[in-house]
């Protein structure tokens, strides 16, 4: 215990903070996601197929608000951003324990999407801001873990709560985040650094609007990344969006089984996530992305198969097990891409596409579901193949471009040293 304590004590503390609710945010859509669907189509009544467009209202606010403020923490900073999406985002689920029917809670969900549009990129870009680039993949692979272990106990806790009634894990999940932007505002100092305006161009220092603040509209190499980002990420969705409701038809799980289920999910990727990225280490973007592309097919192929309790476990394994592979690498590879004063703007950039995720993927995944139990698992096969390839290849030029940067502004720093022994 002294050696782990020693070994985390000269880390930056924004960055340790910084994991801190990550695991708050992972607890929050933990206890939330795998029973959201269970309480709208028991307590709600909402039809299955109308389940997926509540998911939608959420991403939908995230989606309205992306463009708008996605960029904020470049301007007014990363604390106060962090304090104000964290609080409105815990205040935002603790609020569905009140509301009843189905505009009031598309409402609630559209106003928390737009509070939590700028949660996840902050928080990486405040890793970031105090991180050394060549450490960003392990810290980002530790954001994962963080957020893992939030995933772990958040189903736990649902599971327990599910038991007296569905709607009381959205207490838990917002009483979560409100407690973690309590103490962002009581011990995270600000990561961003004084001098960042002077390492703009002139003619970008005063460049404002809706492009400022969507980079991906300049950025030839930043869309094509988040295209595959895209795709792939839907269909990863659609497992954890529909088997909720195919197990519950085919008698399978209860909703507290299907709480225990992704949160054994998620402690695979808390033991492995770490031991993982060490031997990614070694391989090409291509080479992850395509072994994560076959286990997520592996996964349709087994769903497709059998709802059996088996197939359910050896599926969220090797969809844990995907994730596990690309998932430090697209915000390493959007950080790669970002200019130091653009990061913030750059990340809100990426998380567009996990939003697109968050409401194409329910919503195409439960539709598909309601007009056959297996078509999701059919449909998902060639969408996983060809977004994991594509996705290698954008990965792996976005970190050639790191590498020349890189290189030019070395090169550049020794041209400017003077030349002592001419003199």
Known sequence: MIAFSSSWRGRPRPALLGLLLFFCAGFADGALMPFFPLWA??????????????????????????????????????????????????????????????????????????????????????????????????WFGMARVSSSAGQIVGPA???????????????????????????????????????????????????????????????????????????????????????????????????????????????????LQMLVSRFAEALSALWLTAGAGLSTIAAFVLLAASPAMLSLIAAVSLCAMAQMLVGPLVPTAVNALAPAARRASHMAASSVAVDLKDSLGPSVGTALYALAPRLPWIAGIPLAAIAALGLGVAIGRARRFSGAEASKASFDAEAAEPDISAT
Not at 59 to 71: D, F, N, R, T, V
Not at 129 to 137: I, N
Not at 162 to 181: E, H, N, P, Q
Not at 190 to 201: F, H, K, L, V
């Open 41 to 138: 189509s028991s307590e709600a009544g909402i039809p299955i197929g109308a389940i997926g467009l509540l998911f939608g209202c959420y991403a939908g606010g995230e989606l309205i608000a992306a463009p708008l403020i996605g960029g904020v923490a470049d301007r007014v900073g990363r604390r106060p951003v962090l304090i104000f999406s964290s609080l409105g985002v815990g205040c935002g689920f603790a609020a569905l324990f009140f509301v009843h029917g189905v505009a009031a809670t598309a409402i609630v969900l559209i106003l928390t999407g737009m509070c939590e549009s700028v949660l996840h990129p902050t928080i990486l870009t405040a890793i970031a801001d105090v991180t050394e680039p060549s450490a960003h993949p392990r």
């Open 157 to 271: 806790c649902g599971a327990l709560l599910a038991l007296l009634s569905l709607s009381a894990v959205f207490l838990a999940a917002g009483g979560t985040l409100i407690l973690g932007g309590v103490v962002m505002l009581a011990a995270l100092d600000e990561t961003i650094r004084d001098g960042r305006a002077g390492d703009q161009d002139d003619d970008e220092e005063e460049e404002e609007g809706l492009s400022a603040l969507l980079p991906v509209f300049r950025d030839g190499g930043l869309a094509r990344l988040l295209l595959w980002v895209v795709l792939f990420e839907i269909s990863g969705n659609w497992i954890e969006a529909v088997i909720p409701l195919y197990a519950q038809d085919a008698g399978t799980l209860s909703p507290s089984g299907v709480g225990t289920l992704f949160a054994y999910a998620a402690a695979l990727t808390v033991g």
